[in-house]
């Protein structure tokens, strides 16, 4: 157990329909990350916050927003769904903002049919 | 922007066979190397990882390889058991635009009992 925790687990929905994933990141970590992983396509980095506050922004698209709480939890939005969006969205969890390890949650599968 | 790209994207081998997946990366202020293994329903996890001040690391049964002048870096498996059937990924640690950590498509490997 990472210490990550993901929510919800698997997502279906429609095109045209917006989401939103939560990520509850490790005990004192400060940073999250935000990846995305389709079939044969590796994991896309996203987003990352830290403290609060947007650190470095990705490939996301427009359509997509993230934000980081005060209490560190974050949130991934995802509006006007397509049916490429349909992957597994990873969050991970570092303590700082260099990238050295990241602790990463389980994922949340998003389906849009 | 920063590419990470990995071969083979499958790989089967023997148990107690070695195994070997390569990395390459073309951002060459890149310094921190980690590979990451995903086992089915997972999220990834890091294995091992290097820093460009070092050429080679070992961990029981895994070491990495990094060459800084070819920009390719190394994972090597020895003595592989059933649970290391997973998939495999590469990361390079970029600094162009903001730092983030980039990864490689993954390599899935499967060991034959």
């Known amino acids: 157990d990472s210490g990550v925790t993901q929510t919800p687990k698997h997502l279906i929905t429609a095109t045209g329909q917006r989401v939103t994933l939560r990520c509850s990141p490790r005990s004192g970590d400060l940073s999250v990350y935000w990846y995305q992983q389709s079939l044969d396509q590796g994991l896309q980095f996203l987003i990352q916050?830290?403290?609060?506050?947007?650190?470095a922004k990705g490939n996301i698209l427009e359509r997509f927003s993230a934000q980081q709480f005060p209490d560190l939890h974050s949130e991934l939005n995802l509006s006007s769904l397509e049916l490429g969006d349909s992957a597994l969205y990873f969050c991970a969890s570092s303590p700082g903002t260099s990238t050295g390890e990241l602790f990463f949650g389980e994922g949340s599968r998003l389906t849009v049919l | 922007g920063e590419n990470v790209e990995q071969h083979p994207s499958t790989l089967s081998v023997q148990e107690g066979d070695s195994a070997v997946i390569k990395c390459t990366y073309s951002d060459s202020a890149s310094n921190y190397f980690p590979w990451y293994k995903q086992e089915l329903g997972k999220g990834p996890q890091l294995i091992i990882d290097i820093r460009s001040n070092v050429g080679e690391k070992k961990d029981q049964r895994i070491a990495v390889t990094l060459n800084k002048t070819a920009k390719h870096f190394s994972l090597h498996i020895t003595e592989t058991q059933p649970e290391d059937s997973a998939v495999y990924f590469c990361a390079a640690r970029t600094f162009q635009g903001a730092q983030k950590l980039v990864f490689g498509q993954g390599t899935r490997l499967t060991i034959n009992p």
């Open positions: 916050y830290y403290n609060g506050e947007e650190r």
